[in-house]
């Protein structure tokens, strides 16, 4: 696992080799045509690791890059943002910098950031092949208040179904709660663009079939903010089935970009 930028503070994080460049431009059809570059960003409080199992599972023309935004992993030493603003503009350089074409995927929250960096890629006249959204409901859909206390936080985490066992480790609230406090603030003051703004890039909504947060309207409530070609994918599992049925998503993911 390589990050693509100097020690420490890269926001993105490569895993495996980079994808080695084509000999001669691609005919459509042929399997340097359906080379892309997945840049993934991870749920609240998460970080790249999550998807790093994904790269066996996943076939080598798919570069898999998964995003470690402040407070988290190798950049624990900073201060984890709490805007959806400031994390695109820490991480929108390195991706600026990835070969295309390009497809963000996004998890929960990370549904925001991978949306609105759709936008600002568009802006830049780069748009993204294709933009995957897992478990999430679409912003301004439904009325977020940030997190209160850490018992609100916990009551949260618990809700999405994530595994709590690590809260009674020593030092380990003291470091998740305060990634959580910030991404939950990002996440319920995060409000979508204008419709004249709307992305025309395809997009793809996942949803777990388990999942108590995210139904199957409510990840169907990202047509409002869409003006291209869309899809509703159900996937076996809860709100966290992107690392508990990794074959059956990645397998989805893959699917659905050779269509």
């Not at 431009?25 to 993934?40: E, I, K, N, Q, S």
């Not at 988290?72 to 503009?89: C, Y």
């Not at 897992?134 to 859909?141: E, I, M």
Request: hydrophobic share 40%; with cysteine; glycine share 10%.
């Amino acid at each position: 696992m390589q990050s693509n930028a100097g020690q420490g503070g890269a926001p993105l994080r490569r895993f495996g080799p980079p994808p080695s460049p084509p000999t001669s431009t691609p005919d459509p059809g042929t399997a340097d045509a359906d080379r892309a570059t997945l840049v993934c960003f991870p749920c609240a409080g998460g970080g790249a690791t999550g998807f790093a199992p994904w790269r066996r599972l996943l076939p080598e023309r798919l570069a898999l890059y998964g995003h470690v935004g402040p407070g988290r992993e190798e950049r624990g030493g900073e201060a984890p943002l709490s805007s959806v603003d400031e994390l695109i503009a820490d991480v929108l350089p390195g991706v600026l910098a990835l070969p295309d074409p390009l497809v963000l995927v996004g998890h929960s929250f990370g549904a925001a950031l991978a949306y609105e960096l759709t936008r600002r890629l568009t802006l830049a006249g780069r748009p993204p092949l294709h933009l995957v959204v897992l478990a999430a409901v679409a912003p301004g859909a439904t009325t977020l208040e940030p997190p209160g206390d850490d018992h609100e936080i916990e009551l949260l985490w618990k809700r999405l179904g994530a595994n709590t066992a690590g809260l009674s480790r020593p030092g380990f609230r003291e470091w998740l709660f305060p990634v959580l406090r910030a991404d939950f603030t990002a996440q319920a003051a995060y409000r979508p663009p204008p419709a004249s703004s709307h992305v025309t890039t395809a997009v793809t909504v996942m949803y777990g079939d388990e999942d108590p947060v995210v139904t199957a309207d409510e990840a169907a409530s990202w047509r409002a903010l869409c003006a291209g070609p869309f899809e509703v994918v159900p996937v076996p599992g809860g709100h966290f089935f992107p690392q508990t049925a990794r074959a059956e998503t990645t397998g989805a993911l893959v699917r659905t970009l050779e269509r």
